[in-house]
């Protein structure tokens, strides 16, 4: 029996079962490959450090003539890279690309990238290097293309680290340089939105050291370092470098805090958000194909009627009726694995695309495999459940549930349109003619959540974006004036006074005289900075206690309190190279940026407190605080009078603070919560207008009994648009508020796990528009049903009735 219907419903259906198999396609592929994709984009920092002999930690001493030979021979110490400092200049390249020349060590036994096109380069060659995986596409130029690479002549280098004078142009040796390569690794890696970099050969450093640095040997050089594993090994190392270098002021960064986790971390989000991104997509496959499902179910019931008045049985009539809908769920199954792989190519997305060590198609057995199960099983379920409603409801004499909305405003007396139009909103009915009204009441809240929800967290990454002081920049621009102590104390004065002369300019409302320099505190070395104001001090953006105002008080960062587990009240003792002290902790709060802390570590102290601690300095420079609405070019000529009022201040030029990394990555992002928002939007209207095409089928029996009554056709459109009204206010009512928690719970989310100063978002526009947007769209999808229900055949209808 079930064969024979079979093949003559597939000749009169095929149609609506190729649909309904292509809706089971696109709705499957969608969460299969957000599934796949949230899995390949959280393992993709692991699976990067796994095949690459990454770094552990970066050692910065930045001091000319150091010797890393005793850093290598420490016990746990397994490779070592160094670089010098020096300048390298790619001719016709764009962006500020990075650019990277190490010792043989490094893509050998430390850093050792994935090749994603071509080869490593030979070490012994100097024409050849490989590029990160941004460069391609950023700078127009791959594999087996030439490059021109210019070096700094040996005079060059010690006149900058002498002197301080940049120079405009390389004039050192010129290297035609071939692409040999695409790689990627940890360190070897691309910023969001990057210009890519070039790694050279080993070859290149060996041939023109002097190049780097420089003929006397004056520039610094610093190192990357990979340990042998085990709990605890960056501070194990960073107290052995003190001990065989007598010096206690060498930065280690712990690249297992500083970048991994932080990948870790942003991958780890993405990955919530595609997994929730999945979990709606199936909610909006749930409403949307059960409503198709539902519908092919109920006709191919309809049909039966007169063979089951023959003796067909419910039990064969249930089997019928699901017979089409497996098969359609089964074909549409195969087609979304097969669209999921194709998918794949443009996954993992965010920031776990720069640390994907597989880029392109990728096919996940787990997820591709379970969605190739369970999808024809819930639609082969779907149907069993909407036959059986279907079966039941041809019999079903129950009174349908009332709507509270509805009947207040048949109570109020409120025109004939508006009640009958609240009733089909809000009121499933009965028997055959019954409506399932709250898929489209919930596809309504959801759509308009999920809008507000984005734009609220938009909102956010916007604020970010337009206040840096949430990330701890508050100043505007940087004067650096002094390096690694070579001037000693001569520098104070004279870089005092002209501090004193950049905070005299109007526009300017104050400048701080921050030194720097890292103190040891027996867990982990600490980058110092001073707070010492010229005019008005820096608004520090303190999130716990106050900023320090007397010696030995200091202020850290959220990252340096939770290393050094110290709170408010508590007391660190820090050993700088004049002296050692126990410092009470006043505060936590975001650090203004100097070349060796991040603004989540650090401390801030007074002058005084650091006088103690130090004898000289690693950085100094002025944070200059402009005005609000001031910028560089306002008062640019202003700054550089004012500086060349100081002897040497004229080759002292301010320099604009960029901002931290997180902008960028923030920005990466947000295109999650977008896409959300536009796929719930589209299940919103989805519901609607199916809700509304359905009421003017399913209930033209009850608008043809009125209009014979009297109900006039501008009456019968008035119904459908009071229902599609109903239906988008019920979603703006708890989808607004709904929509400001969620954005607002996620963006606070973000902002701990970023950090950053929590502001909570506003979307004003968004809330002031979405009222009448959601209003507009609701009565636009009215238009053709509402058409339909005044132009019906009021005899025809009643005759078939």
């Given at each position: 029996?079930?064969?024979?219907?079979?093949?003559?419903?597939?000749?009169?259906?095929?149609?609506?079962?190729?649909?309904?198999?292509?809706?089971?396609?696109?709705?499957?592929?969608?969460?299969?490959?957000?599934?796949?994709?949230?899995?390949?984009?959280?393992?993709?920092?692991?699976?990067?450090?796994?095949?690459?002999?990454?770094?552990?930690?970066?050692?910065?001493?930045?001091?000319?003539?150091?010797?890393?030979?005793?850093?290598?021979?420490?016990?746990?110490?397994?490779?070592?890279?160094?670089?010098?400092?020096?300048?390298?200049?790619?001719?016709?390249?764009?962006?500020?690309?990075?650019?990277?020349?190490?010792?043989?060590?490094?893509?050998?036994?430390?850093?050792?990238?994935?090749?994603?096109?071509?080869?490593?380069?030979?070490?012994?060659?100097?024409?050849?290097?490989?590029?990160?995986?941004?460069?391609?596409?950023?700078?127009?130029?791959?594999?087996?293309?030439?490059?021109?690479?210019?070096?700094?002549?040996?005079?060059?280098?010690?006149?900058?680290?002498?002197?301080?004078?940049?120079?405009?142009?390389?004039?050192?040796?010129?290297?035609?340089?071939?692409?040999?390569?695409?790689?990627?690794?940890?360190?070897?890696?691309?910023?969001?939105d990057g210009a890519g970099g070039v790694v050279l050969s080993p070859a290149v450093l060996a041939a023109y050291p002097e190049s780097f640095y420089g003929a006397q040997n004056t520039a610094r050089s610093n190192a990357l370092v990979r340990l042998a594993p085990g709990p605890g090994a960056t501070e194990r190392f960073a107290g052995e470098l003190a001990a065989a270098t007598g010096r206690s002021d060498i930065d280690v960064w712990d690249l297992g805090e500083v970048i991994h986790a932080r990948q870790r971390d942003l991958?780890?989000?993405?990955?919530?958000?595609?997994?929730?991104?999945?979990?709606?997509?199936?909610?909006?496959?749930?409403?949307?194909?059960?409503?198709?499902?539902?519908?092919?179910?109920?006709?191919?019931?309809?049909?039966?009627?007169?063979?089951?008045?023959?003796?067909?049985?419910?039990?064969?009539?249930?089997?019928?009726?699901?017979?089409?809908?497996?098969?359609?769920?089964?074909?549409?199954?195969?087609?979304?694995?097969?669209?999921?792989?194709?998918a794949s190519r443009w996954f993992p997305i965010g920031a776990a695309a720069p640390a994907e060590p597989d880029p392109g198609f990728d096919a996940d057995s787990v997820v591709l495999g379970a969605g190739l199960v369970l999808t024809p099983a819930l639609v082969t379920l779907g149907a069993v459940l909407s036959a059986a409603a279907a079966l039941r409801a041809a019999d079903s004499a129950a009174p349908g549930r009332r709507s509270v909305v509805a009947t207040a405003a048949a109570r109020a007396g409120l025109p004939v349109a508006a009640v009958v139009g609240a009733r089909f909103a809000l009121e499933p009915g009965r028997g055959r003619r019954a409506l399932p009204v709250r898929p489209a009441l919930a596809g309504a809240v959801f759509g308009v959540l999920g809008v507000i929800a984005a734009f609220t967290f938009s909102d956010g990454v916007d604020d970010v974006a337009a206040h840096p002081e949430r990330l701890g920049v508050v100043h505007d621009l940087t004067l650096y004036v002094g390096l690694d102590g070579q001037d000693g104390e001569d520098v104070l004065p004279a870089a005092r006074e002209l501090f004193t002369a950049v905070a005299g300019v109007d526009g300017v409302r104050g400048v701080n005289d921050t030194r720097s320099a890292v103190a040891e505190t027996g867990a982990r070395p600490l980058a110092v900075l001073t707070s010492d104001p010229v005019g008005e001090p820096l608004d520090v953006v303190v999130t716990e206690g106050r900023r320090p105002e007397a010696a030995g008080e200091i202020m850290l960062g959220p990252d340096s309190a939770r290393q050094l587990d110290a709170g408010v009240g508590d007391t660190i003792e820090l050993t700088g190279t004049a002296g050692q002290d126990g410092l009470t902790v006043v505060g936590v709060g975001l650090m203004p940026e100097l070349s060796h802390n991040r603004y989540t570590d650090g401390g801030l102290v007074t002058a005084a407190t650091y006088d103690g601690l130090f004898d000289g300095f690693r950085f100094h420079a002025g944070f200059v605080d402009l005005e609000p609405g001031v910028t560089l070019d306002d008062i640019g000529q202003e700054l550089a009078e004012a500086a060349a009022t100081v002897p040497g201040g004229e080759n002292v030029a301010p320099e604009p603070v960029e901002p931290p990394s997180p902008v960028a990555e923030l920005a990466s992002i947000r295109e999650l919560p977008v896409i959300l928002a536009a796929f719930l939007a589209v299940l919103a209207l989805g519901a609607v207008g199916h809700a509304l095409a359905t009421a003017v089928r399913r209930r033209r029996h009850e608008?043809?009994?009125?209009?014979?009554?009297?109900?006039?056709?501008?009456?019968?459109?008035?119904?459908?648009?009071?229902?599609?009204?109903?239906?988008?206010?019920?979603?703006?009512?708890?989808?607004?508020?709904?929509?400001?928690?969620?954005?607002?719970?996620?963006?606070?989310?973000?902002?701990?796990?970023?950090?950053?100063?929590?502001?909570?978002?506003?979307?004003?526009?968004?809330?002031?528009?979405?009222?009448?947007?959601?209003?507009?769209?609701?009565?636009?999808?009215?238009?053709?049903?509402?058409?339909?229900?005044?132009?019906?055949?009021?005899g025809s209808v009643l005759r078939a009735e």
């Amino acid at each position: 029996m079930t064969a024979a219907w079979l093949r003559v419903d597939l000749r009169r259906r095929w149609r609506s079962l190729l649909v309904l198999a292509l809706l089971v396609a696109v709705a499957a592929a969608t969460v299969m490959t957000a599934l796949a994709g949230a899995r390949r984009g959280e393992t993709a920092v692991d699976r990067l450090v796994q095949r690459t002999l990454p770094a552990t930690a970066v050692v910065l001493p930045n001091s000319a003539g150091f010797d890393w030979d005793p850093v290598r021979r420490l016990p746990s110490v397994e490779a070592l890279a160094v670089w010098p400092l020096g300048q390298v200049e790619v001719a016709g390249s764009t962006g500020d690309p990075d650019t990277w020349v190490m010792d043989e060590a490094a893509l050998r036994d430390i850093e050792r990238p994935v090749v994603l096109d071509g080869r490593l380069p030979d070490p012994d060659r100097l024409d050849e290097a490989v590029v990160t995986a941004a460069w391609p596409d950023a700078q127009g130029s791959g594999v087996g293309d030439s490059i021109d690479v210019r070096l700094l002549s040996p005079e060059a280098v010690d006149l900058y680290h002498l002197e301080q004078a940049e120079p405009e142009v390389a004039t050192g040796p010129r290297l035609d340089v071939t692409i040999v390569g695409v790689v990627r690794s940890p360190w070897f890696s691309d910023a969001p939105d990057g210009a890519g970099g070039v790694v050279l050969s080993p070859a290149v450093l060996a041939a023109y050291p002097e190049s780097f640095y420089g003929a006397q040997n004056t520039a610094r050089s610093n190192a990357l370092v990979r340990l042998a594993p085990g709990p605890g090994a960056t501070e194990r190392f960073a107290g052995e470098l003190a001990a065989a270098t007598g010096r206690s002021d060498i930065d280690v960064w712990d690249l297992g805090e500083v970048i991994h986790a932080r990948q870790r971390d942003l991958t780890a989000f993405e990955a919530a958000g595609l997994r929730v991104f999945a979990l709606v997509a199936a909610a909006a496959a749930v409403v949307l194909v059960g409503q198709a499902v539902a519908r092919n179910t109920a006709a191919t019931v309809n049909d039966l009627r007169v063979l089951q008045a023959l003796g067909l049985t419910p039990g064969q009539a249930l089997r019928v009726a699901v017979t089409g809908p497996a098969l359609a769920a089964t074909a549409g199954a195969l087609l979304a694995v097969a669209g999921a792989v194709v998918a794949s190519r443009w996954f993992p997305i965010g920031a776990a695309a720069p640390a994907e060590p597989d880029p392109g198609f990728d096919a996940d057995s787990v997820v591709l495999g379970a969605g190739l199960v369970l999808t024809p099983a819930l639609v082969t379920l779907g149907a069993v459940l909407s036959a059986a409603a279907a079966l039941r409801a041809a019999d079903s004499a129950a009174p349908g549930r009332r709507s509270v909305v509805a009947t207040a405003a048949a109570r109020a007396g409120l025109p004939v349109a508006a009640v009958v139009g609240a009733r089909f909103a809000l009121e499933p009915g009965r028997g055959r003619r019954a409506l399932p009204v709250r898929p489209a009441l919930a596809g309504a809240v959801f759509g308009v959540l999920g809008v507000i929800a984005a734009f609220t967290f938009s909102d956010g990454v916007d604020d970010v974006a337009a206040h840096p002081e949430r990330l701890g920049v508050v100043h505007d621009l940087t004067l650096y004036v002094g390096l690694d102590g070579q001037d000693g104390e001569d520098v104070l004065p004279a870089a005092r006074e002209l501090f004193t002369a950049v905070a005299g300019v109007d526009g300017v409302r104050g400048v701080n005289d921050t030194r720097s320099a890292v103190a040891e505190t027996g867990a982990r070395p600490l980058a110092v900075l001073t707070s010492d104001p010229v005019g008005e001090p820096l608004d520090v953006v303190v999130t716990e206690g106050r900023r320090p105002e007397a010696a030995g008080e200091i202020m850290l960062g959220p990252d340096s309190a939770r290393q050094l587990d110290a709170g408010v009240g508590d007391t660190i003792e820090l050993t700088g190279t004049a002296g050692q002290d126990g410092l009470t902790v006043v505060g936590v709060g975001l650090m203004p940026e100097l070349s060796h802390n991040r603004y989540t570590d650090g401390g801030l102290v007074t002058a005084a407190t650091y006088d103690g601690l130090f004898d000289g300095f690693r950085f100094h420079a002025g944070f200059v605080d402009l005005e609000p609405g001031v910028t560089l070019d306002d008062i640019g000529q202003e700054l550089a009078e004012a500086a060349a009022t100081v002897p040497g201040g004229e080759n002292v030029a301010p320099e604009p603070v960029e901002p931290p990394s997180p902008v960028a990555e923030l920005a990466s992002i947000r295109e999650l919560p977008v896409i959300l928002a536009a796929f719930l939007a589209v299940l919103a209207l989805g519901a609607v207008g199916h809700a509304l095409a359905t009421a003017v089928r399913r209930r033209r029996h009850e608008m043809a009994v009125l209009r014979a009554v009297g109900m006039t056709r501008p009456q019968s459109r008035a119904v459908v648009a009071t229902q599609a009204s109903v239906l988008a206010l019920a979603g703006l009512v708890a989808g607004v508020p709904l929509g400001v928690a969620l954005g607002r719970v996620v963006w606070r989310y973000v902002a701990e796990t970023t950090p950053l100063f929590y502001v909570p978002p506003v979307a004003a526009t968004a809330l002031a528009l979405v009222v009448p947007a959601a209003l507009v769209a609701a009565n636009l999808l009215a238009a053709w049903p509402s058409h339909r229900a005044a132009s019906m055949r009021v005899g025809s209808v009643l005759r078939a009735e």
